[in-house]
């Protein structure tokens, strides 16, 4: 990757998203589709293994706002 940005102060495309209680403790990640929106999937937990077992859960993939989650700690940006 280009850079680590603690401060989240810029997002681009292709950048990954880093959400949780801190840099040390993640507990979401999400990749941005712009500087607006990312593409994340939700719903489902660690022992959603299968397409069946999202489906119960209604897991799904979604494209949503990044000020969506208010716990974003860190970006990685990747460099496209």
């Known amino acids: 990757y280009k ?5 989240c102060k810029r997002v681009r495309r292709g950048d990954l998203l880093f ?22 999937a939700g719903g489902g937990d660690s022992t959603t293994s299968d397409r069946e077992a999202a489906a119960r859960r209604n897991a799904m993939v979604r494209l949503r706002p990044i000020n969506y989650r208010s716990d974003i700690t860190g970006i990685i940006t990747v460099g496209f």
């Open 3 to 7: 850079e680590f940005n603690p401060t």
């Open 19 to 40: 959400f949780g209680e801190s840099a040390k403790k993640i507990t979401h990640v999400a990749v941005a589709v712009d500087d607006t929106r990312m593409l994340e």
